[in-house]
């Protein structure tokens, strides 16, 4: 599995490969971005959409958890391009509560195992 730094510098790459060194468009950060959330072993970025406008990104949608809003702001700021990220990401506690509870529900069959 690569890490993100690694997911981070393909994505990158690949960006530079399409556009050979003149600056992205709107569409190709909001590609790179969408990218490298959707690859992010850090994340579930599932429901986060991005918009991009004259550089300027914004993440929408909801996670489960405050640490996975932040690394989406972080990890959307490392893009080439990008010159501001709006954070509009809504962290669902519910969801967040439920998955800690089945965490806490869960117990080995065996224990032997």
Do not use: F, Y
């Amino acid at each position: 599995m690569k890490t993100d730094e690694q997911l981070q510098s393909v994505v990158q790459a690949e960006i530079q490969v399409h556009i050979g060194g003149a600056s992205p468009t709107d569409a190709e950060i909001a590609d790179a971005v969408a990218t490298l959330l959707e690859w992010s072993a850090e994340l579930n970025a599932k429901s986060i959409h991005t918009r991009v406008e004259n550089g300027r990104v914004t993440l929408e949608g909801s996670v489960a958890r405050h640490s996975d809003a932040q690394a989406a702001v972080r990890l959307a700021s490392t893009i080439r391009g990008v010159a501001s990220v709006a954070n509009r990401i809504l962290v669902d506690e519910a969801a967040s509560a439920e998955a800690v509870a089945t965490q806490d529900a869960w117990t080995p069959l065996d224990e032997e195992c």
